[in-house]
């Protein structure tokens, strides 16, 4: 994908119809240019809420993903098995849900973005060789009580988590 300059991400949404609502509404007042999200979505009737982006995006499966046909159709196939890779302005990003391959992908150099979630922990860690680590923490607020995401400055490499207004 080319001319990306903002990227929305999300995690672990756990079927919460207002905190996926107010990441959508977020990500469409950013004017992000595309969102991933990193599993853990749950249910295809969420599809409702993330087709209201004014943007493509593109989703892995995490491990509370149990209707995969379901999430496969609602969602278009936009939808994949992790870990997923697609190039975003001649860099390369790859998203998964569980961190158990993150230390290994930190030290392959021609990766530029590691997203992932499963811990419900927003995180972001600046590799050595340039690339970025993020988790943007649980859409959901399930566990945390806070419902965050982030957004991705491709240009510039910036990370800004951000706790979400939940609207009723």
């Known amino acids: 994908m080319e001319n990306i300059k903002k990227i929305g991400i999300m995690s672990d949404s756990h079927d919460n119809l207002p905190a996926i609502r107010a990441a959508v509404e977020l990500f469409n007042r950013e004017k992000v240019d595309l969102v991933i999200h990193a599993g853990d979505i749950v249910a295809p009737f969420t599809a409702?809420?993330?087709?209201?982006?004014?943007?493509?995006?593109?989703?892995?499966?995490?491990?509370?993903?149990?209707?995969?046909?379901?999430?496969?159709?609602?969602?278009?196939?936009?939808?994949?098995?992790?870990?997923?890779?697609?190039?975003?302005?001649?860099?390369?990003?790859?998203?998964?849900?569980?961190?158990?391959?993150?230390?290994?992908?930190?030290?392959?150099?021609?990766?530029?973005?590691?997203?992932?979630?499963?811990?419900?922990?927003?995180?972001?860690?600046?590799?050595?060789?340039?690339?970025?680590?993020?988790?943007?923490?649980?859409?959901g607020g399930w566990l945390t009580g806070k419902c965050t995401v982030a957004i991705l400055d491709v240009t510039n490499s910036e990370v800004k988590i951000t706790e979400l207004k939940l609207i009723p």
């Open 48 to 139: 409702k809420e993330i087709k209201k982006l004014s943007c493509p995006y593109r989703m892995v499966f995490g491990n509370n993903d149990g209707e995969i046909l379901g999430l496969h159709h609602s969602f278009d196939g936009n939808i994949f098995p992790p870990p997923y890779s697609m190039k975003i302005n001649k860099k390369k990003l790859i998203a998964l849900h569980e961190p158990t391959l993150v230390a290994e992908l930190k030290h392959i150099s021609s990766l530029d973005f590691i997203i992932y979630g499963h811990d419900h922990t927003a995180f972001v860690e600046h590799i050595s060789h340039g690339a970025l680590v993020i988790n943007p923490g649980e859409c």
